[in-house]
DNA sequence: CCTACCGATCGGTAGG
DNA sequence: CCTACCGATCGGTAGG
């Protein structure tokens, strides 16, 4: 995408000669459903232009490249997945809570965000490191990997979780389990983000055998 | 690939001539192992030959194309997985076994396949059915999903998992965290495929916190 | 916002 | 006549 320009004190947005057209936002939604649907590689700017009933070159009056469209779908997932780490650790910073409270509290808000942003989060789980963008996706994603990964390890060594499980090999299933919900989850079904967060947290914690 | 002719009693390989060359195998391997790392559409068979130290041509010498060497790659996952399922399932048939024995069997018998045909099972699982060949392996994964899913339900059906979780919610985020192995787990690392299959077991189903 | 194009590269095949 | 492979190029389509 260009740089959004910043909010200088613009009058209304001026209504735009030609066509009433699509705005930025809309082009990144529809290319986010079509690279989800068909990979990235797989989906040409032709796609998107017949999706969008536009031509190919007119894909080009909003958007400066394809890989920007995928750039800004990437921070979109990461912006939020690290605000909701953010939030769920201030939370109870300093506090008395401890550490496996934490950890509820940080996968449950995890598991809401993916809900709330499913398209480009599952993009996001989808990115290989196949260009410099990517890569650096990848990056900031190990960088919020690295922080869950040190609230399990914190939640093993106060003796709240189990000590028999590598504390690594715990992160990996836990949020490799939460990474999953992108393969089935569907926002118009029966379940909500909320009892998504719930049922999930619960059953990676509690196990799926009744206690 | 082409059909590699029925294994009737042929003497000793003869020694080919010409050079050694690679034969379908490697290239199957080789293929399975770049279209992992950079995505199916975005590896040319011009990275393959690369790879290969082969010409372009030369690789249409091995393999009639490149969807042929997805389609074996993808049989390849396919078939370990469901005779792995057999083996779990008929390993206890008819017995007085409970379904949770069979499901803890099968579970880990799913996670010893994955670690065995890591490369193969990587690519099933990122298959999004862009093709007649990509659909039907959807299409046979579905089927495998469903007899596990049909486990999960005979299992709280009879008690021995939790009954407030919805049994199909259950099976996807027991099969989700298997799957999602593919991700990081590495059968050069600490952990061999057995170790893998029993702690993924014992976390999904008993849960993180000590009981 | 479109038609008309570009340099390059795609999967696959030719003859030898 | 074979297997194994090559340099060159096919008709079409990619992102821009």
């Given at each position: 995408m260009?740089?959004?320009?910043?909010?200088?004190?613009?009058?209304?947005?001026?209504?735009?000669?030609?066509?009433?057209?699509?705005?930025?936002?809309?082009?990144?939604?529809?290319?986010?459903d079509?690279f989800?649907?068909?990979?990235?590689?797989a989906?040409?700017?032709?796609d998107?232009?017949?999706?969008?009933?536009?031509?190919?070159?007119?894909?080009?009056?909003?958007v400066?490249?394809?890989?920007?469209l995928?750039?800004?779908?990437l921070d979109?997932?990461?912006?939020?997945?690290?605000?909701?780490?953010d939030?769920a650790l201030?939370?109870?910073?300093?506090?008395?809570?401890?550490?496996l409270?934490?950890?509820?509290?940080?996968v449950a808000?995890?598991?809401?965000?993916?809900?709330?942003?499913?398209?480009?989060v599952t993009?996001?789980?989808?990115?290989?490191?196949?260009?410099?963008?990517?890569?650096?996706?990848?990056?900031?994603?190990r960088r919020?990997?690295?922080?869950?990964a040190?609230?399990?390890?914190?939640?093993v060594?106060?003796?709240s979780l189990?000590?028999?499980?590598?504390?690594?090999?715990?992160s990996?299933?836990?949020?490799?389990?939460v990474?999953?919900?992108?393969?089935w989850y569907?926002?118009?079904g029966?379940?909500?983000?909320?009892?998504l967060?719930?049922?999930?947290?619960?059953v990676?914690?509690?196990?799926?055998?009744?206690?």
């Amino acid at each position: 995408m260009r740089p959004v320009p910043a909010a200088t004190p613009e009058p209304a947005p001026k209504p735009r000669r030609g066509r009433p057209g699509h705005d930025q936002a809309t082009v990144l939604r529809t290319a986010i459903d079509l690279f989800n649907a068909k990979g990235y590689d797989a989906t040409s700017i032709a796609d998107l232009a017949k999706e969008l009933g536009l031509s190919k070159s007119s894909i080009f009056h909003h958007v400066d490249s394809k890989e920007a469209l995928l750039s800004a779908a990437l921070d979109e997932a990461l912006d939020a997945l690290s605000a909701a780490i953010d939030r769920a650790l201030d939370e109870h910073a300093g506090d008395e809570v401890d550490a496996l409270t934490r950890l509820r509290g940080t996968v449950a808000e995890s598991v809401r965000i993916l809900a709330a942003h499913l398209p480009a989060v599952t993009l996001l789980l989808r990115v290989r490191g196949n260009s410099e963008v990517e890569q650096q996706a990848l990056a900031r994603r190990r960088r919020i990997d690295e922080r869950l990964a040190t609230l399990v390890r914190a939640a093993v060594a106060e003796g709240s979780l189990r000590d028999d499980v590598d504390p690594d090999l715990a992160s990996r299933l836990l949020f490799g389990t939460v990474n999953s919900l992108v393969e089935w989850y569907r926002p118009d079904g029966p379940l909500d983000g909320d009892a998504l967060a719930r049922a999930v947290t619960s059953v990676v914690l509690d196990g799926l055998v009744p206690r």
